[in-house]
């Protein structure tokens, strides 16, 4: 090793037998994460801040405005007033409270079922899950199925068809599988069924990971729109993404009947469609911070054993 080599060594930091970036890579590295989280903030402050700006400094601005001035809640106002927004925003509130509470109970029970191993048709069951993990069926069969089931134009055409994830049951069966036995068989011994070895010790053990899979099932039922799109014809059982999708991705306008009063003047509707994206996007970024702290740990100790 040649006498340059070793100066060098010696000049690095070192932590725990790992040494640390120099100056110039731990700079590359700051650039870097400073470009990547302004590409993330700059577009949610600019559709903030337009929702928020005054009707003069949306026009003069030309559509977006990155900084108002002044704050104008008129478009917020509006969109609450018991129209077309407000009606979705309960569907939305209504499809995602009651089928993430509906795909969390067959997930964890069909997970702790085929997590039993010798149990009553245990194999062929995980591999009907891994099956339909692999094959998924097309438009045409799956909307025939709703139509005999007679869900067409219900609010359960959104929930019944994907209240259970093939991905998410083998998560939580993962899980599950890796629940200490001595702790199970020594609730056997003392008599315990099945239900109360999975109600008194296998949930309360698997929050972490019914954490994570909650988390995914309620940001999939919030930011569905395309069933509902196949689903329903009555635009009063629209949920907010398929509005959203109406009023903004489609560029269609706004009317004083769609938001519920009669009013001679509107703000533009760059605002109304920036503060619906607004009112779509706060839910999960005022839920997620909460389910964080689970998340890597709820993942990662589903995935390690299947």
């Not at 009707?55 to 917020?76: H, K, M, N, R, W």
């Not at 089928?99 to 029970?109: D, H």
Request: aromatic residues 10%; contains cysteine.
């Amino acid at each position: 090793m040649s006498s340059q080599t070793v100066s060098r060594q010696k000049r690095m930091k070192v932590v725990d037998g790992v040494p640390l970036p120099g100056l110039i890579e731990r700079g590359i590295k700051g650039v870097a994460l400073t470009i990547a989280c302004a590409m993330v903030v700059i577009p949610f402050l600019s559709v903030f801040s337009t929702s928020i700006a005054t009707p003069e400094q949306v026009t003069q601005a030309g559509g977006f405005v990155l900084f108002p001035s002044g704050i104008d809640l008129t478009a917020y106002r509006l969109i609450f007033s018991g129209g077309v927004v407000t009606q979705a925003l309960l569907v939305s509130i209504f499809v995602t409270a009651v089928g993430t509470v509906l795909s969390l109970t067959l997930t964890a029970t069909l997970g702790w079922a085929l997590s039993i191993r010798g149990s009553f048709a245990n194999q062929p069951l995980l591999l009907l899950v891994l099956i339909s993990l692999l094959f998924s069926p097309g438009i045409i069969p799956s909307y025939l199925v709703v139509q005999k089931l007679g869900l067409l134009d219900s609010l359960w055409a959104l929930i019944i068809p994907t209240s259970v994830s093939a991905f998410n049951v083998i998560v939580v069966r993962a899980f599950f599988v890796r629940l200490p036995g001595e702790i199970i068989d020594s609730a056997r011994i003392d008599g315990a069924s099945e239900w109360q070895i999975f109600r008194i010790i296998a949930l309360p053990l698997s929050k972490p990971v019914l954490a994570v899979i909650g988390l995914f099932y309620g940001v999939g039922y919030w930011n569905a729109f395309f069933n509902a799109l196949l689903y329903l014809s009555d635009a009063s059982k629209w949920p907010l993404q398929l509005v959203l999708r109406t009023y903004v991705v489609d560029g269609n306008q706004l009317g004083t009947q769609d938001l519920g009063l009669d009013a001679s003047a509107l703000p533009p509707q760059t605002t109304l469609q920036m503060a619906i994206l607004v009112v779509s996007i706060v839910p999960v970024l005022i839920v997620y911070p909460f389910l964080q702290r689970h998340f890597a740990k709820g993942m990662l100790t589903g995935a390690v054993k299947g």
